[in-house]
């Protein structure tokens, strides 16, 4: 039977940590350095040979640092020759660069994709990837968790009554779909153009949100820009209240006071990018999620 091994990349040692301690996989340390000319060192320190291993490492900010010291702790585990390498990668970063908006641009979100394929690793563990058409970039076998498990107690704990659930573009559709059918509550959705990088401005409200209370649901929130502008357009609308629900909080500076100070009053997230603490945030834990995975995958893997 293969022994079951995990390691924490240098971007979330927490959550790798409890996914260990939930999946009874074997903590390996690894050590990730810098040269003195900036480049990283990596060493794993322990004995990864012929183990079902998984490599914990969201690649948040700063992404090309993280997704680097992924491919890295890959290719040292294929050296050492650990059986099977799983990348879990809670927040997969540069997933939103999935398709070319102007000529000269790349395919981002593939060469991330590709990059992990190439440093050794066998299968992609991830949750709630930026979109479904992302999937097939993956060369190789993807886990794509859905959150909705987790987050769907903490939105029925808010007692919302006269629920909308908003998405809060063309590409979240799918996604409030799910939520709405799960609250048993009407869909309804913003139209968004983004003018500029990191900058969204909500057009127009598509369905019946007056006297409502709205509950936004998306991917991501990064400059906040796109939820604060939807708050703001289903406020003008005449709903009667709006909160936020998102998967990644991805949060650049001052994301979380714009999304607050549009109106948004109850915010929940998961932990797949460590973040500071705020009063005005649930967070939830997504530990349980991925260690259902890693027990789920090592007991395929034997049979
Ligand atoms: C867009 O397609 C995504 O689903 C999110 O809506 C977007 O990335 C959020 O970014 P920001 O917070 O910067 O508006």
């Known amino acids: 039977m293969k022994r079951i091994a ?5 971007a979330h040692p927490q959550l790798a940590r409890e996914i260990a301690q939930r999946s009874g996989a074997e903590m390996i340390p690894a050590t990730i350095a810098a040269f ?3 480049e990283t060192r990596i060493r794993i320190e322990g004995e990864v040979r012929g183990t079902d291993l998984y490599i914990v ?5 700063p992404t090309n640092e993280r997704l680097m010291n992924l491919a890295l702790l890959a290719d040292a585990a294929r050296c050492e020759d650990a059986a099977r390498i799983t990348a879990v990668v ?6 939103r660069q999935d398709m070319r908006n102007r000529p000269g641009e790349p395919r981002s979100a593939q060469v991330a994709a590709r990059i992990l394929k190439c440093a050794g690793v066998d299968r992609v563990v991830t949750l709630e990837l930026h979109s479904a058409a992302l999937e097939s970039a993956f060369e190789v076998p993807l886990t794509n968790l859905l959150a909705d498990e987790a987050m769907l107690p903490v939105v029925r704990g808010w007692r919302l009554p006269g629920l909308v659930v908003v998405s809060p573009d063309a590409g979240g559709l799918k996604r409030a779909q799910r939520y709405a059918a799960a609250l048993a509550a009407p869909l309804a959705a913003i139209v968004k153009t983004r003018p500029r990088d990191d900058v969204a401005v909500a057009l127009q409200v598509l369905g019946e949100v007056r006297g409502r209370a709205c509950l936004i649901v998306d991917d991501m929130a990064s400059t906040g820009r796109t939820i604060a502008g939807a708050a703001q357009a289903l406020l003008e609308a005449g709903a009667r209240e709006v909160h936020a ?13 714009r999304i607050a100070s549009a109106g948004v009053q109850k915010i929940a997230t998961t932990d797949s990018i460590p973040a500071a603490r705020d009063p005005r945030v649930e967070v939830v834990a997504t530990a349980a999620l991925f260690a259902d995975a890693v027990v789920q995958l090592a007991g395929e893997a034997r049979r």
């Open 6 to 10: 995990l390691i924490a990349g240098d």
């Open 90 to 95: 809670p927040y997969f970063g540069y997933a």
């Open 245 to 257: 629900l998102f998967i990644h909080a991805v949060m650049a500076p001052g994301a979380l006071d």
């Open 57 to 61: 490492q969201p690649t948040s900010a």
């Open 36 to 38: 003195a000319d900036g």
